[in-house]
């Protein structure tokens, strides 16, 4: 009804369940006058993005940092990457570290970290 009314249903608050756009409310802004949906298309569009994106200052690029971007772009695109996960077990090494601080501290000594 809205699409055939050239209504831009985004335009339109909702008062149904959940905010929901029911016939009413479409009906409601043909009475009332809405946007139409060509109108809303070419002068919504940047505050639909708006809302997603936080407003922020647009700064230029020294040509350094332009460079050493491509570069660190290009490098991860073409050098194959891998990454390494390895479980080890601890549990000596630890027992060990416990006894050596056991000993230092009885001498006075530090504590290895």
Same mark, same amino acid.
């Given at each position: 009804?809205?699409?055939?009314?050239?209504?831009?249903?985004?335009?339109?608050?909702?008062?149904?369940? =959940?905010?929901?756009?029911?016939?009413?409310?479409?009906?409601?802004?043909?009475?009332?006058?809405?946007?139409?949906?060509?109108?809303?298309?070419? *002068?919504?569009?940047?505050?639909?993005?708006?809302?997603?994106?936080?407003?922020?200052?647009?700064?230029?690029? *020294?040509?350094?940092?332009?460079?050493?971007?491509?570069?660190?772009?290009?490098?991860?695109?073409?050098?194959?990457?891998?990454?390494? *996960?390895?479980?080890?077990?601890?549990?000596?090494?630890?027992?060990?570290?416990?006894?050596? =601080?056991?000993?230092?501290?009885?001498?006075?000594?530090?504590?290895? *970290?």
């Amino acid at each position: 009804m809205a699409e055939a009314a050239g209504v831009a249903i985004e335009r339109i608050a909702g008062t149904g369940p =959940n905010g929901r756009v029911v016939m009413a409310d479409v009906q409601t802004a043909i009475r009332d006058g809405v946007p139409s949906s060509a109108a809303s298309a070419t *002068s919504g569009d940047t505050s639909d993005l708006a809302r997603f994106f936080p407003p922020f200052e647009d700064v230029s690029v *020294s040509t350094i940092k332009k460079v050493t971007a491509q570069r660190l772009t290009e490098s991860k695109r073409t050098v194959p990457h891998f990454y390494l *996960s390895v479980d080890v077990r601890m549990d000596r090494l630890m027992d060990m570290r416990k006894s050596l =601080n056991g000993a230092l501290q009885s001498d006075g000594g530090g504590k290895i *970290s």
